[in-house]
């Protein structure tokens, strides 16, 4: 330090103050202040206070906007959670990562790390150290007051639409609570459930029962939904459904086209000339399902996949009422059968081959003529007509069905005996590969032929189906065996079959000492149904009953199929009249009085020339339709497909329809 009288002294001591010098003390005073260094003093305070209030109302507005008070600004390492310390990038450098497995968020730029400058966030997210823990393990919330919540939205759903999901948060690189990648992202990865779970859900066009319209363009569909078609009074859809119909295909839907609840639109089909649109967990089989563009959600044809379906929205609904068209299955049934008569003749005299009564196309009537030559004939019109289509289509509906049934009004006994007339039938062993090779799965023993040859007969007639794998009910060697059900599972339902006889019984029933066929009125056939139904998902009944020759049902049937409808019924399938019968319903349960001929050779009388082949489709354990083929049989061994829409395939139709008056609205 310099000496106290040193030159410089002064410079280490206490300055005097502006105001002069220490009370008491002399010396000269300093100049007073110019005018224009107060005005430079006066102009400083002024920009200080300006600055002051805009910061006020800068923090003022923040507080009205987001009702809290600003945080203060963080230290450089308090920067988003997720972002690793060891490379705190600037907060230029952080970028939005792209949506993965439904999880949003942050990846790190390609950029130089440099020190952060103070950054003020915003004002509703608290500061937070970094720590990023191992990968998958979850991110631990900070101590911090918590961040308000933000709704997370899954890939490919709006952002108006509410999730009431919440994500758990993972360490950056990570995927999930595994480090593994999903093999196929899906909206719902990374999240739970949502509460309102949303389905792909089909929507089916639908028309009146006995209508023949098998499909409809998609075009024609869309003109309907417009409200700019005038092939239907009304159009309706379902209620609720407006804005996914809409979305799915594009279109503004009017107000002309009605909202209604599914029952209500099956109603208004039913009554009258309307189209339906109905999600297809809601269809039933008293209406006709349409295809659209030759695709169908139903049948043996039925599309694999509800993404191949043409018309499918997302919808909310439970999960038990989601659509999976892997649960769909088809059964289709065929009336009386035998090998005996005409087609052994057939197939067996002219050498045609098992292969031949399966071997029918399509068929178109041109005309009727009488066939003084007809067994018979007794004034009855048979068809002239000609046949068309490609071989084996009939055999493909048949074997292309998940279950194919029929009635095999036959023995095969051992001594077997071809018959050219007459009303004793005997099929030939060997030739039940007629049935095997055309893929039917059941036969029916429960007829009034079935003890044409006797015990022996019936008995080596199950032991003839057991040795081709077919499977039977309604025959065996005492009453207890005739009344066992027969189960077969198909596409994980099991279907129970429980058949019986109700005609020429004192003839041909089982008894406890007897081979023979179930009585339909038997306390033995009412606790076969009961077992059944117990076991079963879907339980048929298949009666040979009613009267030969006639579409009329007689009172017991409709006694019976009632009584078999409040035991749990799910479908009657009748047989023995030799011509088409017409359908009833009860309680929705389907009644077929009769199917008609199949694989039969009464060429005598179009009625008894002509059948149906009834197609049904079911959804797990639920009938959802019913389509019915009719075909007229050719050359007294094979039946050909008509066209239900015209000519004699229209008339057998009305025909039926007519029969079905009085017990069914369909």
Not at 412 to 417: D, G, L, Q, S
Not at 462 to 470: E, P, S, V
Not at 544 to 564: D, F, I, K, S
Request: include cysteine.
């Amino acid at each position: 330090m310099p000496p106290a009288d040193h030159p410089d002294a002064s410079a280490v001591r206490r300055a005097p103050t502006p105001s002069g010098p220490a009370d008491g003390a002399s010396g000269p005073q300093p100049p007073a202040p110019s005018p224009f260094s107060r005005l430079l003093v006066v102009g400083f305070v002024v920009l200080f206070l300006v600055g002051a209030l805009g910061f006020v109302a800068q923090v003022l507005t923040a507080v009205e906007q987001d009702g809290a008070s600003p945080a203060p600004s963080p230290s450089p390492s308090a920067l988003v959670s997720a972002v690793p310390r060891t490379t705190v990038p600037s907060v230029a450098a952080l970028v939005p990562m792209a949506v993965e497995d439904g999880a949003v968020g942050l990846a790190q730029a390609d950029v130089p790390t440099l020190a952060p400058a103070p950054m003020t966030p915003h004002p509703s997210v608290a500061p937070t150290e970094v720590h990023v823990p191992p990968c998958g393990e979850p991110i631990p919330s900070s101590s911090a007051e918590p961040a308000p919540e933000v709704p997370s939205i899954a890939p490919g759903v709006s952002p108006g639409v509410s999730q009431s999901a919440s994500v758990e948060p993972v360490a950056p690189g990570c995927i999930g609570p595994s480090s593994a990648p999903s093999a196929a992202p899906s909206a719902a990865a990374s999240a739970a459930p949502l509460a309102g779970s949303l389905h792909d859900m089909p929507f089916v066009p639908v028309v009146r029962f006995w209508q023949t319209r098998e499909s409809i363009p998609m075009d024609t569909l869309v003109r309907a939904l417009r409200g700019r078609d005038t092939d239907w009074a009304r159009v309706l859809i379902p209620k609720g459904d407006r804005d996914a119909l809409e979305g799915a295909l594009g279109i503004e839907i009017p107000d002309s086209v009605r909202e209604a609840p599914p029952s209500a639109i099956i109603e208004a089909v039913r009554r009258g000339n309307a189209l339906g649109i109905l999600r297809a967990t809601d269809i039933e089989p008293s209406v006709r399902a349409l295809g659209i563009d030759g695709r169908e959600l139903f049948g043996n044809d039925r599309v694999t996949g509800i993404g191949r379906w043409p018309l499918t929205a997302r919808v909310e609904v439970s999960a038990e009422r989601a659509w999976r068209q892997s649960a769909t299955w088809t059964l289709v049934a065929g009336g009386d059968s035998f090998t005996d008569r005409g087609i052994y003749e057939r197939v067996e005299a002219r050498g045609k081959g098992v292969d031949y009564p399966f071997d029918g196309g399509t068929a178109r009537v041109t005309g009727h003529h009488i066939c003084p030559s007809c067994p018979r004939a007794e004034g009855n019109l048979v068809p002239i007509y000609r046949l068309s289509g490609p071989k084996g289509i009939v055999r493909a509906l048949v074997k292309d069905a998940d279950l194919a049934i029929a009635n095999h009004e036959q023995p095969t006994p051992t001594n077997w005996v071809y018959h050219l007339q007459g009303l004793v039938f005997s099929g030939k062993p060997d030739l039940t590969r007629i049935f095997t090779r055309a893929g039917i799965d059941f036969l029916s023993l429960a007829n009034n032929h079935i003890r044409d040859y006797g015990a022996p007969g019936v008995l080596n007639t199950i032991k003839t189906l057991d040795a081709y794998g077919i499977r039977h009910a309604g025959a065996g060697k005492n009453v207890k065996a005739a009344a066992r059900p027969a189960y077969l599972d198909v596409n994980g339902v099991t279907v129970g079959i429980v058949s019986c006889n109700q005609f020429s019984v004192p003839r041909v029933r089982a008894t406890r000492n007897r081979a023979g066929a179930l009585t339909c009125k038997s306390e033995e056939a009412f606790d076969a149904i009961r077992a059944a139904r117990k076991r079963a998902d879907v339980l048929v009944v298949f009666p040979h009953w009613g009267v030969e020759y006639t579409r009329r049902r007689v009172p017991y049937q409709e006694r019976l199929a009632a009584r078999w409808e409040r035991m749990g019924v799910d479908v009657v399938i009748g047989a023995h009249s030799h011509v088409p019968g017409g359908i009833g319903d009860i309680d929705g349960m389907p009644v077929f009085y009769s199917l008609g001929n199949f694989i039969f050779d009464q060429s005598w009388s179009t009625a008894t020339m002509e059948g149906v082949l009834a197609e049904m489709t079911f959804a797990g354990d639920r009938l959802a339709q019913i389509r019915m083929h009719p075909f007229l049989t050719h050359d007294q061994a094979q039946p050909n497909l008509l066209d239900p829409a015209r000519d004699d395939g229209r008339a057998l139709m009305d025909e039926i329809r007519k029969a079905s008056k009085r017990i069914s609205d369909w």
